[in-house]
C-alpha cells in the first residue's frame, strides 16, 4: 500500500485590502474633534430650546398669576366696597325711621345680593388657605343680613331693641376688637394674601428671564469659540453657517429679551400704576362707606356716639392717607376725590358740632342731606361725588390693570415658540458648518 | 398705602443677568393705618359708703327753699342763671328704655316718662316753651354718674334722668332729687320657659343678663345670703342689649326694674315680667354733687308736680295699662340732708 500521500497548504499571504487602511478615530484627531464639536453644538442648541422655552413659560405663566391674583383682589374689593355701601345704606335707612326711601332698600338689597354672588365666584378661583376666610365672611354675610332686617322690623314698630341690633349688625361688617370676626377683615386677610400673591409672582416673572439669557449665552459663547477653533484649525476666515447661526442667535437674543423686559415692565408698571390706584382707589371708597356707616350710628346714638366717632376716624385716616389728603397742600386735594372727600369732611364735621351742640335735629337732616350746611354744602351730594369719583377710578383703573397684564403675557407665547425653532435652525446650522470641514477629510 | 417701585432694567443686553435679579413692583402685605392701638382706661376705684352713712335714708335730698322763682329771677351765680343764659339745659337719657327714655322712630324723638319730667325742669328754668331748650344726649348705664360728675363744661350733662336708682354710693358722687318714682327689681323670662321667680332661675344655674353699671347688675354680683350665687350673670351695655341676649338665646332671663322690664316685654310678646318686687329702686333726678342750689330748685318743681297733677298726668300717659291700671299716688318726697 502505497503511502498516503500527503498534502501541505501553503501559507497564504494576507488579502490585499482595496480600502485604505481605517484611520484611529481618537479623540485627539482634528475629524474626531469636529464630530465632537458638532454634537455639543447640537446638544448645546437642543438644552437651549428646551431650557430658554421653560424659562419664557415661567415667566408667562407668573405674569398670567399676577393677573390672576390681581382680578382676585380687585374682586374681593368690589365685594368689600359693595357691603359696607350695603351698611352704610342700612344705617341711614334706620336714621330716616318710617321714612324708609324705596330706592335707598332697592339699592341695598342689591348690592347685598351683588356680594353675595361674588364671594361665591372669589371662593371657586381661591385656595385653601383663603376659602376659610371667605366661607367666614359668607357665614358673617348671612348673620349680618339676618340682623339688619331684625333691626328695620323692630325700627319699623317704633322699637328701640331696633337700634341694639343695627349696632350688631355694623359691628359684624367691622369692629376693632381682634377677637371678634367681622367681614371686612376676613375680606382684607384674603386681599392681603393676593397682594402677596401678585408680588410673589412678580418675582418669579423677574427671575424667570435668567433662563433664556443663560442657555443662550452659553450656547452663544460655545459657537464663538468652536468658530475661533475651527479659524485656527482651518485657516478658513469664516464658516458661514455657524457665522449665521451666532447672527441669528444674537438677534434672538436680542429680541427675546427685548420681548421679556418688556412683558415683564409692562407687569411691573400694571401693577405699580393702575392696580394700585384701583388698590387705593377701592380702599378708600370702602373705609368712607364704612365712615358714613359710623357717622349715621353716631346720630342713632344721639349724644352718645363717641366710640362710632373714633370709627369715624379711623376710616377717615384710610381714606386722607388714600387720597394723600392728610396736610394742608397735599397732592389729593388737586384731585376730583380729594377735592370731593374734604367736602364730605366739612359737611361730617359740621354735622357732629350740631350734634354735639344738642341739635340733633338739624345734624340729621344735615347728614340725610334734607339741610345744607352753613356753608351751603350738601353733605349727600358731597359724599356722593366722592363715592362716583373714586368708583369711576377703582373701575377703570382695575380694567386697565387687567388689559396690561393680559396684553405682557401674549407675546410670551410666541417667544416661545420661536425660541424653540430658532434654537432648533441654530443646531441644525452650527451641525452643517461642522459637516463642510469634515467633509474635506472624507 | 403706597406701592413701591424699583427702576427697570430693560435692555437686553444689559438685562444679561440683570432683569432675572432685579427688584419688582411690590404690594404691601397689609393695610397700613387701619387699627389704631386700643387703649384701656384705667378707672378710679368708686367710693363706697361707710356705716354712718347707709344707716341713713339715702332718699333724704336737699328741702326746696321757698316757692319756684320765676325763670327772670333766678340768683346771679346759681346753676339755673347758668343754664339759662347757655341757653340750653343739657340732659343725660336713655335711648332705649321703652316707656321712660327711648327714641321713637316714628316720630324721631326722645320720648318717655324721664322725658316728661325733664321738659317740666325745663320749662321751669326756661318758660312754657322751654324743652326746646333741652339737649338730650343718651347715655349708658355705666356712663350716667361720670357725665354728672365730668359736668356739662366739660361734655358731661347738667341733669340725668335714667330710671337711676337712689343709693347711699351715688350720693358720694353726685346728688339726688327727691324720689320721683318708686320701681321694684323684678325678672324678664320667655314665655313657657317654665321659671317663675328669680330664685327659680338661681336653682337651675341659668343665665341671667343685667346691665353694666345698674343697681340690678351690682345686687346679682354681691349676692348677698348667697341668694344668686348659682347664676350666671351675663352684662351688657344697655338695658335693650339683655332683650336681644335673651332673644338670640344667650341669655335665659334679664334682671331690671319693673318699670324698665315692662318696656322689654311691650317689644316682645314671647317675654313676660314673673316674680314679685325683690328690691326697691326709688328713682332720682341726678345733677352735680355740688349743685346743691340746684337740687332745691328741681325737687321744688317735683314737689309742685306732685301736687298740681302734672306728675300723675305723666304715669297716666305712660304706664296706666302697663305697670297698674290706675294713677297711682306718686312717692312722698323725703328730705333733711344737710349741704356739704
Not at chain 1, 490585499?16 to 447640537?42: D, G, M, W
Not at chain 1, 330716616?96 to 372669589?122: F, N
Not at chain 2, 337719657?93 to 325742669?121: H, Y
Not at chain 2, 337740687?295 to 297733677?309: C, E, K, Q, Y
Request: charged share 20%; aromatic share 6%; proline share 5%.
Amino acid at each position: 500500500m502505497p503511502p498516503a500521500a500527503t498534502t501541505t497548504t501553503p501559507p497564504q499571504p494576507p488579502p490585499l485590502s482595496t480600502q485604505p487602511p481605517a484611520r484611529r478615530l481618537t479623540f485627539t484627531s482634528t475629524p474626531a474633534r469636529l464630530s465632537v464639536l458638532r454634537a455639543v453644538f447640537i446638544v448645546l442648541a437642543v438644552v437651549f430650546a428646551v431650557v430658554s422655552a421653560f424659562g419664557v413659560n415661567q415667566r408667562a405663566k407668573a405674569i398670567d398669576h399676577v393677573s390672576t391674583a390681581s382680578a382676585q383682589l380687585l374682586a374681593l374689593q368690589d365685594i368689600q366696597v359693595r357691603i359696607v355701601h350695603a351698611d352704610a345704606i342700612a344705617s341711614s335707612s334706620y336714621l330716616r325711621s318710617g321714612q324708609e326711601d324705596p330706592a335707598q332698600r332697592t339699592a341695598y338689597l342689591d348690592e347685598i345680593s351683588k356680594a353675595g354672588d361674588g364671594l361665591v365666584a372669589v371662593s371657586a378661583a381661591a385656595g385653601a388657605g383663603d376659602l376659610a376666610q371667605l366661607s367666614e365672611a359668607s357665614r358673617l354675610l348671612g348673620s349680618y343680613v339676618g340682623l339688619v332686617e331684625q333691626a328695620r322690623a323692630n325700627n319699623r314698630q317704633g322699637f328701640p331693641v331696633g337700634a341694639t341690633y343695627q349696632r350688631q349688625a355694623n359691628s359684624i361688617i367691622s369692629n376693632a376688637d381682634t377677637d371678634v370676626p367681622d367681614i371686612v377683615s376676613s375680606l382684607q386677610t384674603v386681599e392681603a394674601s393676593q397682594r402677596s400673591q401678585v408680588n410673589h409672582n412678580l418675582a418669579t416673572a423677574h427671575r424667570a428671564g435668567i433662563w433664556l439669557h443663560l442657555s443662550g449665552w452659553l450656547l452663544f459663547i460655545s459657537l464663538a469659540v468652536g468658530s475661533w477653533w475651527l479659524w485656527r484649525t482651518f485657516r478658513r476666515i469664516v464658516n458661514i453657517p455657524i457665522a449665521v447661526a451666532l447672527l441669528v442667535l444674537f438677534l434672538l437674543l436680542l429680541i427675546g429679551g427685548t420681548t421679556q423686559a418688556g412683558a415683564v415692565s409692562d407687569a411691573d408698571s400694571a401693577v405699580g400704576n393702575q392696580l394700585s390706584a384701583a388698590d387705593d382707589a377701592a380702599q378708600a371708597r370702602a373705609a368712607a362707606f364704612e365712615a358714613r356707616s359710623q357717622e349715621a350710628l353716631t346720630l342713632i346714638n344721639r349724644g352718645n356716639g363717641a366710640a362710632n366717632e373714633v370709627n369715624w376716624q379711623r376710616g377717615d385716616d384710610v381714606v386722607r392717607t388714600e387720597l394723600d389728603i392728610r396736610e394742608p397742600g397735599d397732592a389729593g386735594f388737586q384731585t376730583d376725590a380729594g377735592r370731593a372727600y374734604n367736602n364730605y369732611r366739612i359737611a361730617h364735621a359740621e354735622i357732629r358740632d350740631l350734634d354735639n351742640k344738642g341739635n340733633w335735629d338739624a345734624a340729621v337732616a344735615v347728614s340725610l342731606g334734607e339741610q345744607l350746611t352753613a356753608s351751603n354744602a350738601d353733605a349727600v351730594a358731597a359724599f356722593d361725588e366722592f363715592d362716583k369719583t373714586v368708583g369711576q377710578l377703582a373701575t377703570s383703573e382695575g380694567a386697565n390693570a387687567s388689559a396690561r397684564l393680559s396684553d405682557a403675557v401674549s407675546p410670551m407665547h410666541t417667544l416661545r415658540n420661536l425660541v424653540v425653532v430658532v434654537a432648533l435652525l441654530i443646531g441644525g446650522l452650527a451641525a452643517l458648518g461642522c459637516g463642510q470641514r469634515l467633509r474635506e477629510y472624507r | 398705602m403706597r406701592w413701591h417701585r424699583r427702576p427697570l432694567v430693560s435692555l437686553a443686553l444689559g438685562s444679561l443677568v440683570v432683569v432675572a435679579c432685579s427688584g419688582s413692583v411690590r404690594l404691601p402685605g397689609a393695610i397700613e393705618g387701619e387699627v389704631p392701638p386700643t387703649t384701656t382706661a384705667i378707672t378710679p376705684a368708686a367710693p363706697t359708703c361707710t356705716a354712718a352713712n347707709a344707716a341713713l335714708n339715702p332718699q333724704r335730698s336737699y328741702e326746696p327753699q321757698g316757692p319756684l322763682p320765676s325763670p327772670e329771677n333766678f340768683p346771679i351765680d346759681s346753676t339755673m342763671a347758668k343754664i339759662r343764659t347757655r341757653g340750653k339745659l343739657i340732659v343725660g337719657v336713655s335711648g332705649d328704655t321703652l316707656l321712660f327714655g327711648a327714641r321713637n322712630p316714628l316720630k324721631n324723638q326722645i320720648e318717655g316718662f324721664d322725658i316728661d319730667m325733664l321738659k317740666e325742669v325745663a320749662k321751669a328754668i326756661f318758660g312754657p316753651d322751654g324743652e326746646s331748650n333741652i339737649s338730650y344726649k343718651v347715655i349708658t348705664y355705666a356712663d350716667r354718674l361720670p357725665n354728672l360728675e365730668a359736668g356739662p363744661d366739660n361734655g358731661g350733662v347738667d341733669i340725668v334722668a335714667h330710671t337711676m336708682t337712689i343709693n347711699c354710693n351715688r350720693w358720694l358722687r353726685i346728688a339726688f332729687s327727691s324720689t320721683y318714682f318708686d320701681a321694684g327689681q323684678r325678672v324678664l323670662v320667655k314665655k313657657g320657659s317654665g321659671f317663675k321667680n328669680i330664685d327659680e332661675l338661681n336653682a337651675d344655674k341659668a343665665t341671667v343678663c343685667a346691665p353694666e353699671g345698674s343697681t340690678n347688675i351690682d345686687l346679682l354680683r354681691r349676692n348677698e345670703g348667697n341668694r344668686f350665687g348659682q347664676l350666671v350673670v351675663l352684662a351688657k351695655p344697655d338695658v335693650t342689649d339683655c332683650l336681644v341676649a335673651m332673644q338670640q338665646g344667650e341669655a335665659d332671663g334679664a334682671t331690671g326694674d319693673d318699670t324698665v322690664l315692662a318696656g322689654l316685654a311691650a317689644q316682645d310678646p314671647n317675654t313676660e315680667v314673673v316674680g314679685d318686687k325683690f328690691t326697691d329702686e326709688p328713682y332720682g333726678l341726678g345733677m352735680g354733687k355740688d349743685n346743691v342750689d340746684f337740687v332745691r330748685f328741681v325737687n321744688t318743681v317735683i314737689a309742685d308736680m306732685r301736687t298740681d297733677g302734672r306728675w300723675s298726668a305723666i304715669y297716666s300717659k305712660w304706664l296706666v295699662g302697663v305697670l297698674s291700671d290706675t294713677v297711682i299716688d306718686p312717692p312722698p318726697a323725703i328730705y333733711g340732708r344737710e349741704a356739704p
